[in-house]
């Protein structure tokens, strides 16, 4: 826990040139482009987003009491089909906050995207970018393609927006 607590000590930029030279490297090594790709990008987010979801998961699952383990499994529950049946759905609204957590910070990342995609396959941050010329700002436009962009975020919140709210409620309640 320790060594993922360390990684979210560095500012992302300190990653940039290193992943770059990794991209270059597996592509020369195995033939596989990762850069200018979503399979790229998709690498460097879960890379990213991993270490901290995993700090919050922890939490979550830790405090989910030991005894609801044991009981599915003298129910006759297999470790597994306990983990499946009785704590993933227990740990639902943590796993659905830290979900959320993870999409908002790879929707809303510029820096990676900008310089790990080409013209094809550039994210949506990215695009809005292009509104800022050196010769001018298009504001107007900015804000439009801001508000469309808003409205994938909106759906995803409140489609789970139940799941947060048993989090934050279950969370309160000492049983």
């Known amino acids: 826990m320790l060594s993922l607590l360390v990684t979210q000590m560095f500012p992302g930029i300190l990653f940039l040139i290193p992943y770059f030279i990794l991209f270059v490297y597996v592509n020369k090594w195995t033939g596989i482009q990762l850069k200018n790709t979503y399979g790229g990008l998709i690498l460097t987010y879960a890379s990213f987003a991993l270490p901290f979801s995993v700090l919050m998961l922890r939490s979550f699952f830790a405090a989910i009491p030991r005894e609801i383990d044991e009981q599915a499994q003298i129910d006759g529950c297999t470790p597994v089909g306990a983990l499946f049946r009785v704590i993933i759905p227990v740990a639902r609204p943590g796993i659905a ?36 010329t050196n010769q001018e700002a298009r504001w107007a436009g900015m804000m ?4 469309i962009v808003t409205i994938p975020v909106l759906v995803l919140f409140t489609l789970i927006q139940r799941h947060i709210v048993e989090g934050l409620v279950s969370g309160s309640v000492k049983g």
Do not use: D, Q
């Open 97 to 132: 906050a830290v979900g959320i957590y993870a999409f908002i910070m790879s929707w809303n990342e510029i820096l990676f995207a900008s310089l790990l995609t080409g013209r094809e396959t550039k994210t949506v941050a990215v695009g809005i970018l292009e509104y800022i």
């Open 144 to 147: 439009a393609a801001c508000i």
